[in-house]
């Protein structure tokens, strides 16, 4: 069974810029999550999906963070304009309906803001 | 609001050592489920075990040991006999009404 793919894998921009990451979940799983990681810390929940539908963006920074889930499975996660405290690494995670407290992680975008 | 407590930052062991990492949660929920997830320096979280709060029972895989104490809102984790590829950040998280909520993570080195 494919895992969480995300891409890229790195990405190196100056302030001010935008990027954008990109995940696909794992075939079938209705949940996906986008996570920040500083280095250092655990990850933090930025937003979560069920289906296209947003269930949690209490922790995103919706001025310059968005993130959408069209038709339910891919997701794209935009930053514009970056800041300095925005380097992290970003992870993207699904879960299944049967198991929604069991995340899979994918490998993350490591960010680093110049 | 939830909380994850793991105090080690970082440990160093050698090889075949025993080693436990500890967790300390804070919640209001009477369920909630708690995690342990392992880190690599590849950057993939992976999923080691989850706990529901009504099952204390302690479990065992392998070399792998969880010790779930409601008593003391803990939810300790052992490898014994350690190994190299065992080096890795180790994670404890805690999940219920809110959003799951990590712990900020135990670095271990496990030196041969």
């Known amino acids: 069974e494919a895992g969480v793919a995300q891409s890229p894998r790195y990405k190196i921009i100056e302030k001010r810029q935008s990027v954008a990451f990109w995940c696909n979940p794992i075939?079938?799983?209705?949940?996906l999550y986008w996570y920040q990681q500083i280095l250092g810390q655990g990850p933090k929940l930025l937003i979560q999906?069920?289906?296209?539908?947003?269930?949690?963006d209490s922790q995103l920074p919706k001025d310059r963070f968005s993130a959408e889930r069209l038709k339910g499975v891919d997701s794209t996660l935009k930053i514009q304009p970056a800041k300095l405290e925005d380097s992290a690494v970003y992870l993207c995670?699904?879960?299944?309906?049967?198991?929604?407290?069991?995340?899979?992680f994918g490998s993350g975008t490591q960010l680093s803001v110049l | 609001a939830q909380k994850v407590t793991q105090a080690q930052t970082e440990i160093s062991v050698v090889e075949k050592e025993d080693v436990t990492l500890d967790c300390v949660y804070e919640?209001?929920?009477?369920?909630?489920?708690l995690f342990w997830y392992k880190q690599p320096p590849s950057g993939e979280l992976v999923f080691l075990i989850r706990?529901?709060?009504?099952?204390?029972q302690n479990e065992i895989s392998g070399r792998y040991s969880w010790n779930f104490q409601k008593s003391t809102s803990s939810f300790n984790f052992t490898i014994t006999a350690s190994q190299v590829v065992d080096s890795a950040v180790y994670f404890c998280?805690?999940?219920?009404?809110?959003?799951?909520?990590f712990g900020k993570g135990t670095k271990l080195t496990v030196n041969p």
């Open positions: 998280a805690l999940g219920g009404s809110e959003k799951l909520v």
């Open positions: 999906f069920q289906n296209n539908g947003v269930v949690d």
């Open positions: 706990r529901n709060s009504f099952d204390e």
């Open positions: 995670a699904s879960s299944s309906r049967a198991e929604r407290e069991k995340l899979f």
């Open positions: 075939s079938g799983h209705a949940t």
């Open positions: 919640t209001r929920d009477t369920t909630y489920y």
